[in-house]
């Protein structure tokens, strides 16, 4: 399974990212040592959506704390770019597409990311991963 996050990014060129306690989604707590994880900066940050992939090098889930009764999973994970993406991506190219139960890769990407806005690690089908790479 390949992996997307949505967080602020200050610097998309840059050849490593660290990104702690993250929260995550729609099984992006499997993320391990090796997964490919798809970069975006945060809109809500003054980002502009994708802009790298990478490889994950490190994955840490944070402990849960026992004070609280519901808690979203985080983990911190450490990642090598492996690319820049070359075409936009970002809320306003996928926002059109709401039609949850298409099938299409922008429609999964909308939902996971874009329905509910927080920045967040996310699963995401290989179908979804095939069309980020058409993005590199």
Same mark, same amino acid.
């Given at each position: 399974?390949?992996?997307?996050?949505?967080?602020?990014?200050?610097?998309?060129?840059?050849?490593?990212?660290?990104?702690?306690?993250?929260?995550?989604?729609?099984?992006?707590?499997?993320?391990?040592?090796?997964?490919?994880?798809?970069?975006?900066?945060?809109?809500?940050?003054?980002?502009?959506?994708?802009?790298?992939?990478?490889?994950?090098?490190?994955?840490?889930? &944070?402990?849960?704390?026992?004070?609280?009764? $519901? @808690?979203?999973?985080?983990?911190? =994970?450490?990642?090598?770019?492996? *690319?820049? /993406?070359?075409?936009?991506?970002?809320?306003?190219?996928?926002?059109?597409?709401?039609?949850?139960?298409?099938?299409?890769?922008? &429609?999964?990407?909308?939902?996971?990311?874009? $329905? @509910?806005?927080?920045?967040?690690? =996310?699963?995401?089908?290989?179908? *979804?991963? /095939?069309?980020?790479?058409?993005?590199?």
């Amino acid at each position: 399974m390949a992996y997307a996050i949505k967080a602020e990014i200050e610097d998309p060129r840059a050849e490593t990212f660290v990104f702690a306690a993250q929260k995550t989604m729609y099984g992006g707590k499997h993320i391990a040592e090796g997964d490919v994880i798809f970069l975006f900066a945060s809109e809500n940050e003054g980002g502009q959506g994708l802009v790298a992939r990478g490889v994950v090098t490190s994955s840490e889930a &944070t402990p849960r704390r026992p004070d609280l009764e $519901r @808690q979203t999973p985080r983990v911190s =994970v450490s990642v090598r770019r492996t *690319a820049l /993406a070359t075409k936009r991506l970002g809320r306003n190219e996928l926002k059109r597409f709401r039609d949850w139960q298409d099938g299409r890769p922008e &429609t999964e990407l909308n939902f996971k990311f874009y $329905r @509910q806005a927080t920045n967040k690690i =996310v699963g995401i089908s290989d179908g *979804a991963a /095939a069309f980020l790479d058409s993005s590199f």
